[in-house]
């Protein structure tokens, strides 16, 4: 190991397209299923970390503000792994910023811990590899594991207690199709219930939850095959069904998990209503009430004009397949 000192890395959010929802362990992050993802471009996370030998606490700021409590303890815990593999107790100094609204449903913990893996564990002087970086960005958040990849993505459950062979691997990279996704902010503010709390609330109680779980795995191979062949009305239909069926399983929990605005619903309305005009349209929605909208490049504009007529909606932005996080 060489001398510990600072590293600034970027990640991008994912979206999934085929839904992570429901952990086999939920310490480790461990996934009850696989999920197949796109990596964003357009929106990005940038931490760095550097550690300090004379500190005696970790100090974490986010967007400019300095995180304590639980936050700062879950990013502490995070650095102890690293510190752990790079064999050092020195604390560090955590700056982090993103550049789209912070624990909202537009995946900000995938991008921040999939930065925070890579800048801490280039600081401790550590190097690792891909499927090294994705088995730790998912200790930190199961969604932040395909952050780390560039493009399309495949997480794998694994079988192992431990987790390591829990990590993302590519479908394909940012090249392979080019699409976007139009990001609908539906509402302000951070989300009602958190996705872990949320998760651990679907498995407990709702009555739908083995099936969901039986229907991801049947899905994954079908929507890996459908990014490969670009055949966007496969994806479309695996895609808005995994994102329904996962809010519907969500919905039956007891009480029933509800991230929809009314935004939410007047968005997917009328990408059902552009489809039915003949546009190559489709939805997603994690927990969170914003709406990602994917169509092929050259739709950007006509499906920007026809999202932007919706009054209930906050923004758009707009999105393309995205990187790898990288050190800068
Ligand atoms: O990574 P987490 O724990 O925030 O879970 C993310 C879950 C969803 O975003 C709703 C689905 C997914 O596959 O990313």
């Known amino acids: 190991m060489s001398t510990p000192s600072s590293a600034t890395a970027i990640a991008h959010p994912n979206i999934a397209l085929i839904k992570y ?17 796109l990596t964003l471009a357009g929106m990005e996370t940038r931490t760095t970390v550097r550690f300090d030998p004379t500190l005696t606490v970790d100090s974490v700021s986010l967007d400019g503000k300095d995180v304590t409590g639980k936050g700062a303890a879950k990013i502490s815990t995070f650095l102890d792994r690293v510190r752990a593999k790079a064999d050092i107790t020195t604390r560090a100094h955590v700056e982090s910023a993103n550049d789209f609204p912070t624990a909202a449903g537009l995946a900000s913990s995938a991008s921040g811990f999939a930065a925070l893996a890579l800048a801490a564990t280039r600081a401790a002087g550590l190097e690792l590899d891909t499927p090294e970086l994705s088995v730790l960005s998912r200790l930190g958040s199961g ?6 990849i560039d493009g399309w993505a495949q997480m794998h459950p694994g ?7 829990a990590f993302a691997t590519q479908i394909a990279g940012s090249d392979h199709w080019d699409l976007r996704c139009v990001v609908a902010v539906c509402a302000r503010g951070p989300k009602e219930i958190g996705s872990t709390e949320a ?25 890996r095959e459908a990014i490969l062949a670009r055949d966007f009305d496969r994806l479309a239909q695996l895609a808005e069904a995994s994102c329904l ?8 929990a007891d ?5 929809w605005q009314p935004a939410t619903m007047a968005i997917m309305r009328r990408v059902r209503a552009l489809r039915s005009a003949g546009e190559s349209v489709f939805f997603t929605i994690d927990a969170g009430p914003h709406v990602k909208v994917f169509c092929p490049a050259d ?12 009054p209930s909606v906050e923004r758009l932005l707009v999105s393309r397949p995205g990187g790898a996080a990288r050190l800068i």
């Open 21 to 37: 929802w429901g952990k086999r362990d939920v310490p480790l992050n461990l996934p009850a299923a696989g999920s197949i993802s």
């Open 143 to 148: 969604s932040a594991a395909r952050s780390v």
């Open 159 to 165: 079988q192992a207690d431990d987790g390591d062979d």
């Open 199 to 223: 998760m651990n609330l679907t498995l407990d109680t709702s009555p739908y939850y083995a099936a969901w779980i039986e229907d991801v795995t049947r899905n994954l191979e079908p929507a």
């Open 245 to 252: 069926r996962m809010h519907a399983c969500a919905l039956a």
């Open 255 to 259: 009480p029933g998990i509800l991230y």
């Open 299 to 310: 739709r950007e504009a006509a499906v920007l004009a026809a999202l932007g007529e919706e």
